[in-house]
């Protein structure tokens, strides 16, 4: 055995555990900084200057090129209200989201498909009305209730869609009027 082999690994250990330790370090604040970035952006794109609420949305991956879609968020609500979206209730949903601008290809609409594919989690309601709140809050009356018509209006739309037999009956289901009902609290 040769003389200092053993310090020699200790060493080795030693610049191996802090080159491990160094790099997630670098990670962290690789992350951090991408995180700063992507709340800013969104930030810029929102008008949201909560940062409690940016956080949220960055969770949810929620962006810049993204928040557009939130308004649309609603109606995703309503149209798994039953537990499964009709052809129907998705036409509707990509009809309204064509009506705000966002084109087939944008990231938006990209995430919206996501939606509709996969029911996503009930935190991505609860921040939406996060965001209602705190939109309200700089909205005058009228504004407010403009808002609120026209959500309203959009999110009953996509429950008519599929709803009644042969076009008879009641076109809205008892769950999805829990969730228009739901809507028309969080907007006051």
């Not at 309200?136 to 403009?146: F, I, M, R, V």
Request: net charge negative; aromatic share 4%; with cysteine.
């Amino acid at each position: 055995m040769k003389k200092g082999s053993f310090s020699g690994r200790t060493k080795q250990l030693e610049d191996k555990f802090f080159h491990a330790r160094d790099q997630e370090l670098l990670r962290t604040l690789r992350e951090a900084k991408a995180s700063k970035e992507r709340k800013k952006a969104l930030a810029d794109a929102s008008g949201i200057t909560d940062d409690d609420l940016l956080d949220q949305l960055d969770e949810l991956d929620i962006g810049g090129e993204t928040v557009v879609a939130l308004s649309l968020v609603p109606l995703i609500a309503v149209a798994w209200a039953d537990g499964n979206i009709d052809v129907k209730e998705r036409a509707a949903v990509l009809a309204a989201a064509q009506q705000q601008g966002i084109e087939r290809g944008h990231p938006g609409y990209q995430l919206l498909e996501c939606w509709l594919k996969r029911k996503p989690d009930v935190s991505l309601l609860a921040v939406w009305k996060d965001c209602v709140a705190a939109l309200s809050q700089t909205l005058g009356e009228t504004a407010k209730n403009a808002l609120k018509e026209d959500i309203l209006g959009r999110a009953r739309g996509v429950a008519e869609a599929a709803g009644g037999l042969l076009g008879l009956g009641n076109k809205v289901s008892k769950s999805e009027q829990a969730v228009l009902s739901d809507l028309e609290q969080a907007l006051g």
